[in-house]
Nanobody, 114 residues
Framework: QVQLVESGGGLVQPGGSLRLSCAAS????????VGWYRQAPGKQRDLVAK???????DYGDSVKGRFTISRDIAKNTMHLQMYSLKPEDTAVYYC????????WGQGTQVTVSS
């Protein structure tokens, strides 16, 4: 059974950093497109970052230069390192494998506030 479990969310001040992790079981991350998406209240779910099965890395315009996505094949986990966080980054962050029709984690809350 496929399971994706996010961790690392929480409350952080503007300008701070967080590192999100996604532990996968029942599926190998190296054979799928993997990514992070986020959804703020009243807004659509948007792409944060993804790595395709061909190795291409894509970032949403609002996070480019501040966030870095990575994948640890040996541990079957992926991460999102977030720097210079802004209040606009506040959202529930979801781990994804296989795109919108694939698998999703339950999400982890990231709140950026003073």
């Amino acid at each position: 059974q496929v399971q994706l479990v996010e961790s690392g969310g929480g409350l952080v001040q503007p300008g701070g950093s967080l590192r999100l992790s996604c532990a996968a079981s029942g599926i190998f991350l190296n054979t799928y497109t993997v990514g992070w998406y986020r959804q703020a209240p009243g807004k659509q779910r948007d792409l944060v970052a993804k790595i395709t099965n061909f190795g291409r890395v894509d970032y949403g315009d609002s996070v480019k230069g501040r966030f870095t996505i990575s994948r640890d094949i040996a541990k079957n986990t992926m991460h999102l390192q977030m720097y210079s966080l802004k209040p606009e980054d506040t959202a529930v962050y979801y781990c994804n494998v296989g795109g919108s029709e694939g698998y999703w984690g339950q999400g982890t809350q990231v709140t950026v506030s003073s």
